[in-house]
Nanobody
């Protein structure tokens, strides 16, 4: 069982920045594929970014490419996403995701609201 706890959400003006972090349990964090997803009001949950456990390769949704940066600190069992140039359409609940042993684990989510 992997437990995930997100932090760092909040209210920010358009054009601003926020950093979300996710603390993960487990002794083999470095082997987890970690990611961020989001669910905007009235929409399905969508992929935002992922960082692979081995090698640290990153992937981004087209909508956030060039604005968001995902990173991980294996020594601290943490994954973060730096979100810059935020837009109103980035408003959503953001969820941390871990993939390990063929199983997906989810955090409880953190709200990000971007105002105009």
């Amino acid at each position: 069982q992997v437990q995930l706890v997100e932090s760092g959400g909040g209210l920010v003006q358009a054009g601003g920045s926020l950093r979300l972090s996710c603390a993960a349990s487990g002794r083999t964090f470095s082997s987890y594929d970690m990611g961020w997803f989001r669910r905007a009001p009235g929409k399905e949950r969508e992929f935002v970014a992922r960082i692979i456990g081995s090698g640290g390769r990153t992937y981004y949704a087209d909508s956030v490419k060039g604005r968001f940066t995902i990173s991980r600190d294996n020594a601290k069992n943490m994954v973060s996403v730096e979100m810059n140039s935020l837009k109103r359409e980035d408003t959503a609940v953001y969820y941390c995701n871990a993939r390990f042993g063929g199983v997906n684990y989810w955090g409880q989510g953190t709200q990000v609201t971007v105002s105009s």
